[in-house]
């Protein structure tokens, strides 16, 4: 269940990446069509995998076929993001809005519903599953049951997304400009980041009690003794909820929050119920471990690092990718034209660092934590025969092999052979506890040295030779392969002028210019940018006009003379802005439309 989490961040990686291609001018609607095809070919592909694995068991009915179901899940929801992927980046379906106003206004609400069409993917799988899976679980499922646990168990995932983006899209909406302004700079996007992955962490178990229909535990002796070992324990928590997880048959718990106001200890039905005292007070012992050992908390270091490394190194990468001539080889034996190719590049990149981040380093930290969990019962006891023997129970009433792996968790039989060998030499258990230590400072450690250095490379001292450092490249690229063709030479700066960073356009384009004191392209650009800059800080009259004098010396080109023209207009020069314009119209050979507005717009204000 935990890989649904990583499946559904990996499709709002997907979708918040589509940005990054270019907007068709026009949609195609006979893509809804190809859409709708293989959709229906994937709900086929899905009924037939799990039908011939129904008929594995009707043969055999003794036959454990757990791994294959499991095996192809996880395959058909690979394959279900593929097909999402297909839809944004090559259907380029999440277009298909881009007229309809509330989604301009609220981007999330259009986020929301292709997430829902992957949702729906997932569905897909969950039903045709559910004919051969429910013979693992320890008591009835319905197929609803079965549904709608994996939904609600995964949105989860989102929710720190969610909040955030729903945030900021309110935030647009209202006239607090200053507010506003500073959430545009490096300070405000950071405290805002960090303001609401605590507000989550915090407040967000009162969410997730809602979504999963938590209720509390009735009153009882399972209640009594659990409460009783949170009270041996020292453990404080706003209540212990009843967890209908699957329908309450599976044999689970879990522990949510790291403020004790809003902290809940999860049951499942099937866990009290099937366990003895000694086994489900090793239970609780074990989430209290978790508690204890503040692994929740590290969860929220662990997120707020790769959210913290994305921001500080996503420019720069990108920037990077400009100047990696190479591989755009590769792509015109396709003929996938550089911009496209750049967009491929940046998205495969994103996916890859976020598939390594979490499924193999959280992957690898959160074995180590369960296991620490596990060595928890030994502050307690120095038996873990209950624990041990609650493991064996798992496997048997899921039907599953103890050796079955598992990427968040060691195996049901490597977590036991742990066990009886600290049983048998407790120097391990202290071993392991300075293992985790050791994981956790060398982690922080290498996410401080990789923050600074990519803050460094943005906003440091590192920042001009990285600057000039691309801007030399992109220079000795345009050299070797066409010395006539300028276009070269300003993409890190046109890049940022289409992203509306005019900080970072003003910075590459100057930095462009201290190479090639008359690049046509630079000035032009910067010319234009100090003239016509929608924030009216960025103008500047006197830098728009002498870097236009400069480009129309070297260029007497039509757009030139219209960047003149508005050089010109913004120093008030109107009688000097006209005729420039006219020159501009003259030199046109297409928009004639365009400068001749051009030209009314400057002689209206003579006029006047």
């Known amino acids: ?46 009924n037939m995998i799990f039908r011939r694995l129904e008929n594995k068991t009707l043969k055999n009915p003794n036959l454990n076929i757990d791994h294959l179901i499991n095996f192809y899940i996880s395959r058909l929801s690979m394959l279900a993001l593929i097909i999402f992927a297909v839809n944004i980046y090559g259907f380029k379906l999440n277009f298909l809005f881009s007229g309809i106003k509330i989604f301009k206004i609220i981007p999330t609400l259009e986020a929301i519903i292709f997430l829902g069409l992957f949702l729906f993917y997932l569905i897909i799988i969950w039903n045709a599953a559910f004919r051969v899976q429910k013979k693992y679980f320890a008591g009835a499922v319905s197929k609803k049951d079965f549904i709608v646990s994996n939904v609600s168990f995964s949105l989860p995932a989102l929710l720190p997304w969610f909040c955030l983006s729903l945030f900021a899209d309110i935030l647009g909406l209202l006239p607090w400009q200053p507010v506003n302004e500073f959430l545009k700079t490096p300070a405000g996007e950071i405290g805002y980041i960090v303001l609401f992955l605590v507000a989550i962490a915090i407040f967000g178990p009162v969410l997730i009690r809602k979504l999963w229909r938590c209720r509390p535990l009735e009153p009882g002796y399972a209640r009594t003794r659990i409460e009783n070992v949170c009270k041996k324990a020292g453990l404080k ?72 490394c994305n921001f500080v190194f996503f420019e720069p990468a990108i920037r990077l990718l400009y100047v990696f001539e190479p591989v755009y080889g590769l792509f015109e034996i396709f003929e996938i034209e550089r911009t496209s190719a750049l967009s491929i590049m940046i998205s495969a990149i994103m996916i890859g660092f976020f598939v390594l981040y979490f499924r193999y380093v959280f992957g690898f930290i959160m074995r180590n934590f369960e296991r620490q969990a596990d060595l928890h019962v030994y502050q307690f006891s120095n038996d873990a025969s209950a624990l041990i023997s609650t493991f064996y129970k798992i496997a048997s009433y899921s039907r599953q092999s103890i050796d079955k792996p598992s990427w968040h968790h060691f195996s049901i039989g490597q977590r036991v052979r742990f066990l009886e060998r600290c049983q048998l030499d407790p120097t391990l258990i202290y071993a392991h506890h300075s293992r985790v230590k050791r994981i956790i400072t060398g982690y922080l450690v290498l996410v401080l040295l990789v923050f600074s250095i990519g803050y460094s490379i943005n906003y440091g001292v590192a920042k001009e030779p990285f600057d000039t450092f691309i801007a030399e490249k992109i220079l000795i690229q345009h050299m070797d392969i066409d010395p006539k063709n300028s276009d070269l030479y300003a993409l890190v700066g ?47 009259a006197k830098k728009a006009l002498e870097y236009a004098k400069r ?51 400057f002689e209206k204000m003579l006029t006047n």
């Open 494 to 540: 046109d890049y940022y002028y289409q992203r509306e960073n005019y900080t970072q356009a003003i910075d590459s384009y100057e930095n462009v210019l201290r190479v090639d004191k008359e690049n046509v392209h630079a000035l032009n650009n910067l010319s234009w940018l100090f003239s016509t800059c929608p924030q009216k800080d960025y103008r500047d």
């Open 1 to 46: 269940m935990f890989s649904n989490l990583l499946y559904f961040l990996l499709a709002l990686v997907i979708y918040t990446t589509s940005d990054l291609f270019e907007v068709p001018q026009d949609f195609d609607k006979t893509i809804i069509f190809n859409s709708f095809l293989i959709s229906i070919l994937f709900i086929l592909i899905c």
């Open 551 to 601: 480009a129309v010396e070297q260029k007497k080109e039509a757009f030139v003379f219209d960047t003149y023209a508005e050089a010109l207009f913004i120093n008030n020069d109107f009688q000097n802005a006209v005729m420039a314009s006219k020159e501009a119209l003259l030199r046109s050979k297409d928009k004639k439309e365009y400068y001749k507005d051009q030209v009314q717009r």
């Open 237 to 308: 928590y706003a209540d212990i909820l009843r967890w209908e997880l699957f329908g309450g048959a599976m044999i689970t718990a879990g522990v949510m929050g790291i403020i004790a106001r809003f902290r809940y200890i999860l049951v499942t039905p099937a866990l009290f119920n099937s366990l003895n005292d000694d086994e489900l007070d090793s239970v609780m012992l074990h989430e209290i471990g978790h508690v204890q050992k503040y692994h929740m908390l590290f969860y929220l270091f662990f997120f707020a690092g790769f959210v913290a």
